[in-house]
Each structure stands twice: as C-alpha cells, then as structure tokens.
C-alpha cells in the first residue's frame, strides 16, 4: 500500500505557514515504514528540534481505479479515518529553501500516525466532517472537510490521474490551521465529532 498526502488543502493552514495558495493540489508521499505502530508511542527523532502535528481527515481506498471521474469516486472507497501528518518543520523549511522534496521532513519512520476507521455509511456528510486534535486535553486544531480547497472526491479524481489507486492505499486529506511543535510527555488525541480516533503519547 502507499500513503498518499495532500498539502495546502485548508485556506486558514496556508496563511499561518505563510505560503502560496496552490492552483492544483499539493501532493507527496509516505511509504509505508513511516506509519506509527498501533499503541506505540510517536518518539522524535533526533535529527529535529521543530516537530509538528498536522491532523487529517484519512480515506481508505477499497478498489483499482486510475483516471477516476469524480462523479464515480465515492465508489472507491467506504471508510473515513483520521491521523496525523508529523512534520519536522525545521528541516523541512530547510528542504523548500533549496527548492529540495519534503520526504526526509514528513515520510520518516513514525511520521504517519493512522487511527480508527468509521464506515461511511454512518457518516451524514463526507463534505461535513467536523474533527480535532487535543495536546493536552486542550483542543489545539478544529477542523471540517466542507474548509477544503478540494473535496475527497476531487482529490481522488486529480490523484488517480498520476497515480493507479490501489486496494489499501490511504489518502492524507490534507490539514487544518493550528498545527504546533511536540515536546516530550505530550499526549495527542485525535476525533471525529465526539469520537476518539486515536490517542498517542509522545516520547
């Protein structure tokens, strides 16, 4: 399977990192060694002082498909789960000043934490999934997918166009604004509406 992210994708998150709103959909990959092992804490790694949490909405793909129209796209997948996108922020800042990939900053071992999965059925609306991340107790991102620049199914139709979309391929939706930095002992939990999706501890 592949991991498949989604940058840029929440107006509010490309202000506070003071970047350029993009004109397609931001895309870059995980393999599959960076996802965090379930109940394992998220340790972090030495080569960074700057780690960040980004919390997504995940989608689970659950057939083949390639050049995927959007009006056929909820048919590719029937499960919505959330995560989170660790970024080690200071050597990604780094990698962009040198006009260099992401991946040494985002797809490195643990940088994929994937938690529970809701069937969509018991799900209203895909374009209207309230979801959050507390550090602490304390809610520190709020988010909604009908705030994204691009919806799931548009995702997928523009994905599907570079990429074959296999059974068990994930998509990282993509984050909303308050991403912040890690410490030791921090404990992060991860929900849709009221659901607890994950909870990690960090080392």
């Not at 107006?11 to 993009?22: D, S």
């Not at 797809?107 to 602490?136: C, M, Q, T």
């Not at 570079?162 to 391929?169: A, H, M, R, V």
Request: with cysteine.
């Amino acid at each position: 399977m592949k991991i498949i992210c989604i940058g840029r994708n929440y107006a509010e998150h490309i202000k506070e990192l003071e970047n350029e709103k993009p004109t397609d959909p931001v895309i870059f990959l995980k393999p599959d060694t960076s996802i965090l092992v379930k109940k394992q804490p998220f340790f972090i790694p030495d080569f960074s002082n700057d780690v960040h949490y980004e919390v997504e909405i995940l989608v689970r793909i659950n057939k083949v498909g390639k050049y995927i129209d959007k009006k056929f796209a909820h048919k590719y997948y029937d499960e919505i789960g959330l995560g989170i996108d660790f970024t080690a922020r200071d050597l990604q800042n780094k990698l962009k000043e040198k006009g260099l990939p992401w991946e040494k900053a985002k797809a490195f071992d643990g940088a994929a934490v994937i938690g529970d999965w809701i069937p969509v059925k018991d799900i209203k609306d895909v374009n209207a999934i309230e979801f959050s991340l507390k550090k602490n107790d304390t809610i520190v991102q709020l988010g909604n997918t009908s705030h994204m620049l691009w919806k799931i199914d548009e995702l997928i139709e523009y994905i599907s166009k570079y990429f074959t979309l296999k059974i068990g391929d994930i998509i990282f939706t993509g984050t909303p604004a308050g991403v912040g930095k890690v410490i030791t002992n921090d404990k992060l939990k991860g929900f849709i509406e009221n659901k607890q999706m994950f909870s990690i501890t960090v080392k």
